[in-house]
């Protein structure tokens, strides 16, 4: 039994309605912080967009930096929703990271328009030191080691050169989703999505993706039977 539930019914019911306030909230936070930046949030901002008191805000997370380390969590956790999760159902090795890729990229796409948390709060907080770049820099290298587990998981089943440098594809993977943002977002091109799938399959050959796959028997035979 949760703590909730030993709660008399009404106390339980104010419990949730103050945690999805909470929620409602930071919503609306990260929504502003993606458009304005983390730096431009402020309990009175946010109070005026999520037509609350000042006080009502406050009553939530008591301080502007813990308002801008909800955000940088809430970011995180829907980030790993949409690009980390879903790519898990993909067969281990290399089929997983051409689908982390895939997700990044088209969350990164999505993203054109608000921006992305992680690239415009590293230029907000990359001087900066204290709690919230403290934050960041943890969510961006806990994402970069999954990829990078992702990226050994590939080498591990065959499907990449088994000499391969693994730190090094993980950093030019980076490179690839920050040139897209750069590319699309301040440059507005219009092949940087293109060009960022050609970098990508470049970087696949590269590091012995093509040579590292045997053709299939069967496949050939198929062809030939065909022909």
């Known amino acids: ?47 005026e967009v999520a037509r609350m008191s000042k006080s009502g805000v406050f009553a939530h997370f008591g301080s502007r930096e813990e308002l ?69 820099a943890s969510s961006v290298k806990t994402w970069l080691a999954a990829v990078l587990r992702s990226v050994l998981q590939a080498r591990d089943e065959g499907h990449l050169a088994p000499d391969m ?9 980076h490179g690839l989703i920050l040139a897209l943002q750069y590319e699309a977002r301040f440059l507005r091109s219009g092949q940087s999505l293109h060009r960022t799938a050609v970098g990508f399959d470049n970087l696949l050959a590269r590091y012995g993706a093509a040579s590292q796959r045997e053709p299939d028997p069967r496949l050939t035979q198929k062809k030939s039977l065909k022909k």
């Open 1 to 47: 039994m949760t703590d909730s539930q030993k709660l008399p019914a009404s106390e339980s019911r104010a419990i949730q309605k103050g945690q999805q306030t909470k929620a409602a909230i930071v919503g609306a936070a990260l929504g502003l912080a993606t458009q304005i930046g983390l730096e431009g949030l402020s309990i009175g901002v946010l109070a």
């Open 68 to 136: 801008q380390l909800s955000v940088v969590r809430e970011y995180h956790e829907r980030f790993e929703a949409e690009v980390f999760y879903p790519a898990l159902q993909a067969e281990r090795g290399l089929p997983r990271l051409q689908q982390l890729f895939a997700n990044w990229t088209q969350r990164t796409s999505a993203e054109i328009d608000s921006g992305c948390l992680y690239i415009s709060g590293a230029a907000e907080f990359d001087d900066r030191p204290g709690p919230v770049r403290d934050a960041l």
């Open 165 to 173: 440098d693994a730190e090094q594809m993980v950093f030019e993977i």
